[in-house]
């Protein structure tokens, strides 16, 4: 039964820096993939940024220069630094991830976080 748990959303002005953080708990046995969605108001839930279990990353375009997604795999943890916010920026930013939750299925389930919202504004 493992959840995911996002936090770090805050009202940030244009400009300005936030961390995300997102925290994998319960029983694991191991997590591929860790990403990073968000949804801004009115619009479709996209993909941000990616990193695998052996650090490769990738980002939208959007954010590409501006955000760095990291893992930390001692702590199950995935972070999303995002520096020179704008206020197309303002959105929920979801965690998602690929975790093995049995010691004997090798079988990796989709598991989301609740969201935390960002909101970039003067």
């Known amino acids: 039964q493992v959840q995911l748990v996002e936090s770090g959303g805050a009202l940030v002005q244009p400009g300005g820096s936030l961390r995300l953080s997102c925290a994998a708990s319960g029983t694991i046995f191991g997590i591929s993939h860790m990403d990073w969605y968000r949804q801004g108001p009115g619009k479709e839930r996209e993909l941000v940024a990616t990193?695998?279990?052996?650090?490769?990353?990738n980002y939208a375009d959007s954010v590409k220069g501006r955000f760095t997604i990291s893992r930390d795999n001692a702590k199950n943890t995935v972070y999303l630094q995002m520096n020179s916010l704008a206020p197309d920026d303002t959105a929920v930013y979801y965690c998602?991830?690929?975790?093995?939750?049995?010691?004997?299925?090798?079988?990796?389930?989709?598991?989301w976080g609740q969201g935390t919202l960002v909101t970039v504004s003067t």
């Open positions: 990193v695998t279990s052996g650090g490769s990353t």
């Open positions: 998602n991830a690929g975790v093995r939750d049995r010691i004997l299925t090798r079988m990796y389930r989709e598991i």
